[in-house]
């Protein structure tokens, strides 16, 4: 008998070990939690990963405004930061950094665009909250959120405060529906403290269990992010068009992709928006037209005319002097032709 | 009939060694069961063990930051840190997350960008990667937005032979010298070496001399630079007109293809000059139907050169034929290449390419007013005020 339960012990020895070395090969990935650069290591370690899939939301969410403010400037400004001392400060200085601020580290809290964030808690006549805040200058983003078995849901609108461009910011709550429930609602929209504030769209989101979706299937963050900051671009141009028959032509130049899936420009592309950005003047319009599809609508082909806008901006061109135009009827592609691609510049000067 | 084995004595020995064969067993398999489990728990400590390695930094990797950190070690003197954000990404910047430790220490700004984005975007480039003899050299490339800087490295082991006021950086007994000096193209500005102060006299390696910097042109654009072409209805008709009493074209830069011929147009850049204030006129003549520059020609372009000032300035070229030529390539292509001549001298002294306008004056007679026959009139202009 004493024989059988050595065995036996000897061949669980042998499988739990085993069995822990298999676990260690799905470990989880830190690194998508903290920034790229100067992150709090052993901090993220020690949170939870439910948790921090749960911060990374609200600062997704959070940060997925912030972009969509013009002031912010997303593209060109750069925010000082100070070493994150928390898992939501990891979590945050990572959705900026996707979401294309430019990131100084400071020692003290330096800079005209220092970030400063909370999380609070607080027990009210509501019951427990939770919110969340960001803040860049004068402005802030916060809003409530309620955590539950299934994770985190928004409880209140995601008010902004230091501006009053909020009617246009759209938000992504799809990011939570990902998480599964079981019917609950949570409300959508944007808000302000404000009194004066314009009035916003609010609507109310149902989260069911068809809902729920693989961790690998939900929408990544950089995406969520790159989405809100081409908005901004692609709205400016919608809303706001130029009546360029009034103005001159100046120059025009022709930019070539490699493919219909690249967005990376390479050095000459870059060079001739350089030389054209170096003689612009006050007044000036730079117009691109990046779709010539046939059937007039191309959502890749809009995102390099974005990616051509946000190149002028980085050169200090205001986001209003560049418009991006809608699809030319002229050319028909087929699916699966992926040769070199053009995008077109011209530059128009008031007369 | 059934037995009961525990009752028969024979069964019983039968049963007893049986049983103690059974015990010697487990015993053996337990004995290899703590042998598994002492090499699999090794075995996890080993993986566990190569992470952490993978965590120190390796020596090839500490050299290869050294390079990056000299050739960045004036980067301060040409964009002010507390000014400027850095672009870099993933797919498109080169191996270059050794340059991020250096950028954050000198203060920069950091955006990360998921394509190519931004004016200060950093490509890093290791030009001997591929087909390099020796491991222990390499020579690297940095890009920022419009400037370059590039220097050859060779790993020495510590010796005797160096000068103990030499600021190297030993690891492991090892450490980079720079092969040459600091290439700087994209600018004039004048810098002052604050990277590893010395470099190798000659490529036979052994003797040293202080370090060096050394203005260069550009690196050339892979696929050239797309053309940008003035069309201005204005200058459009211009151009026509022109082009019923002789050939001309109209551009901004003669490497896009061509540039407007100021004897019979205005200057195609006119509306650039509109803040500018000239300060320096200089001609350079050139032999009769040649685009020789020569040492006294060379010599006009450097004076230019040494009073250009990199924020204010813009220079202007126009190369002029005027006259009867020999050479198939007319008067035009005379006075176009003599023009890119003098453009190439200024971007090898380090002049920004998109500082340098240039234009022509061609015509098969000597009468052009104001312009040499058979020379290149550079202007350098300042922006007022």
Redesign the interface.
């Known amino acids: 008998m004493r024989a059988t339960v050595r065995l036996r012990y000897a061949l669980l020895l042998l499988i739990f070990p085993l069995s822990a070395c298999q676990t260690q090969r799905v470990q989880r990935d830190n690194e998508v939690f903290m920034p790229r650069v100067g992150g709090n290591e052993k901090i993220v370690a020690q949170t939870p990963l439910n948790e921090l899939r749960r911060l990374q939301l609200v600062s997704t969410n959070l940060v997925s405004a912030l972009v969509q403010i013009p002031e912010m400037e997303v593209g060109t400004a750069t925010l000082q930061v100070s070493s994150p001392t928390t898992a939501y400060g990891n979590t945050l200085l990572r959705a900026l950094e996707d979401a294309g601020f430019g990131i100084q580290r400071v020692s003290a809290d330096q800079g005209l665009n220092y970030v400063t964030y909370g999380k609070r808690f607080a027990e009210t006549e509501a019951g427990p909250v939770t919110d969340y805040s960001i803040s860049v200058g004068d402005i802030e983003v916060k809003r409530e959120y309620d955590v539950n078995k299934r994770g985190v849901f928004p409880s209140s609108l995601l008010l902004v405060s230091g501006t009053r461009n909020i009617v246009d910011i759209e938000l992504d709550d799809s990011i939570f529906t990902e998480q599964g429930g079981s019917g609950d609602t949570f409300i959508s929209g944007v808000g302000s403290d404000s009194i004066d504030a314009p009035t916003t769209d609010v609507s109310t989101v149902t989260v069911n269990e068809y809902d729920a979706t693989p961790i690998a299937q939900r929408k990544s963050q950089l995406g969520v992010l790159s989405n809100a900051r081409h908005r901004i671009y692609a709205k400016e141009s919608a809303d706001n068009p130029f009546n360029l028959d009034r103005y001159l032509q100046v120059r025009r130049t022709v930019l070539i992709f490699k493919d219909k899936k690249s967005i990376v420009m390479g050095r000459g592309n870059k060079q001739a928006v350089r030389l054209l950005a170096n003689d612009f003047a006050a007044g000036d319009v730079f117009s691109i037209t990046a779709c010539t599809d046939v059937d007039g609508k191309n959502d890749a082909s809009q995102i390099r005319g974005i990616r051509v806008e946000e190149e002028f901006v980085s050169h200090g061109i205001n986001a209003r002097s560049v418009q991006l135009e809608p699809c030319v009827r002229a050319s028909y592609r087929h699916s699966t032709d992926n040769s070199p691609v053009a995008v077109s510049v011209v530059q128009y000067r008031a007369p | 009939m059934r037995i009961d084995s525990t009752r028969n004595p024979r069964t019983l020995k039968t049963m007893a060694a049986r049983?103690g064969l059974?015990?010697d067993?487990?015993?053996r398999?337990?004995r290899?069961?703590?042998i598994?489990?002492l090499t699999?728990?090794s075995?996890?400590a080993t993986?566990g063990g190569a992470l952490n390695g993978n965590d120190a930094v390796e020596p090839g990797t500490q050299l290869r930051a050294d390079m990056i950190a000299d050739l960045m070690s004036v980067l301060p003197q040409m964009l002010d840190p507390l000014n400027t954000?850095i672009?870099l990404s993933d797919?498109?910047s080169g191996n270059a997350a050794e340059a991020?430790?250096k950028l954050?220490e000198l203060?920069?700004?950091?955006?990360?960008?998921?394509?190519?984005?931004?004016?200060?975007?950093l490509?890093l480039s290791d030009l001997t990667a591929g087909d390099n003899p020796n491991p222990a050299d390499a020579q690297l490339r940095l890009?920022i937005?419009?400037f370059e800087l590039s220097r050859s490295y060779t790993t020495i082991q510590k010796n005797v032979s160096i000068d103990e006021s030499a600021n190297l950086a030993w690891r492991n007994g090892r450490a980079i010298v720079p092969a040459g000096p600091l290439k700087v193209a994209g600018t004039r500005q004048s810098l002052e070496l604050t990277g590893i102060n010395i470099e190798l006299a000659s490529a036979e390696g052994g003797e040293y001399s202080p370090g060096s910097i050394e203005y260069a042109s550009l690196a050339p654009?892979?696929?050239?630079?797309?053309?940008?072409?003035?069309?201005?209805?204005?200058l459009v008709s211009r151009v026509t007109d022109a082009a019923s009493a002789g050939p001309s074209l109209a551009n901004?830069k003669s490497y896009d293809g061509g540039f407007s011929n100021i004897y019979t147009d205005n200057s195609a850049f006119a509306?650039?000059l509109d803040d500018y204030n000239r300060i320096i006129r200089e001609f350079v003549i050139f032999p009769n139907d040649s685009q020789n520059l020569g040492k006294p020609g060379k010599l006009v372009v450097k004076k230019v050169a040494a009073r250009f000032s990199e924020n204010s300035d813009i220079i202007g070229i126009t190369g002029c034929s005027n006259g009867p030529t020999s050479l198939a390539i007319g008067n035009e292509g005379l006075a176009l290449g003599r023009a890119n001549r003098i453009a190439e001298e200024l971007v090898s002294a380090g002049i920004s390419r998109?500082r340098v306008f240039d234009e022509g004056c061609w015509s098969p007679t000597t009468d052009a007013p104001g312009f040499p026959n058979r020379g290149v009139v550079i202007d350098l202009y300042r922006r007022a005020g």
């Open positions: 049983m059974l015990f067993m487990s015993r398999i337990g290899l069961g703590i598994g489990i699999l728990l075995g996890c993986s954000t672009q797919s498109a991020v430790p954050v203060g920069y700004g950091l955006q990360y960008v998921d394509a190519d984005q931004g004016s200060n975007f490509y890009s937005g419009s654009i892979e696929g050239g630079i797309p053309t940008i072409s003035l069309i201005t209805e204005d901004l509306s650039i998109d």
